[in-house]
């Protein structure tokens, strides 16, 4: 599968290494308007006024702001996370894209990794190892 470079965005954001669109960045919080810290104060009353938080005060949330939850492909299960679990690679989630599969929609985590060159060269041959040991059907 010849992939997108992820660098090549528009409007200087990450891209998609599968389509090439933009990959919706998770949250700043570094970049808060007023109209944010409204919105967050508006919840935290909600919340207060609560005598006890239970899962209903969450979907009491999502009906009074009108949020629809996406729900988020996981890695756990998938090839990638079978193939580098034991591995320490400086793993994290750099944004989602969303997709429609069968009449569904769900986000697919963009994944960013790190690691040094000597210890990434290792993880290589570990990684090729482990596949040349996979049984064949």
Excluded: C
């Excluded at 933009?22 to 919340?47: C, M, S, W």
């Excluded at 949020?67 to 989630?93: A, C, M, N, R």
């Amino acid at each position: 599968m010849a992939g997108k470079n992820p660098n090549e965005g528009t409007d200087g954001k990450l891209a998609s290494n599968v389509t090439g669109e933009a990959i919706t960045p998770n949250f700043g919080y570094g970049q808060l308007t007023d109209r944010d810290k409204k919105i967050v104060i508006e919840i935290i009353d909600f919340l207060r006024e609560k005598e006890d938080l239970n899962p209903n005060t969450i979907e009491q949330l999502k009906l009074r702001f009108k949020i629809k939850e996406v729900p988020k492909k996981p890695i756990e299960g998938s090839e990638w996370h079978y193939f580098t679990k034991d591995f320490k690679l400086g793993q994290s989630i750099q944004g989602y894209r969303q997709v429609k599969e069968n009449g569904k929609s769900f986000l697919v985590p963009h994944i960013a990794f790190s690691g040094d060159l000597d210890y990434l060269n290792d993880f290589i041959k570990k990684l090729v190892k482990k596949i040349k040991d996979m049984p064949t059907e």
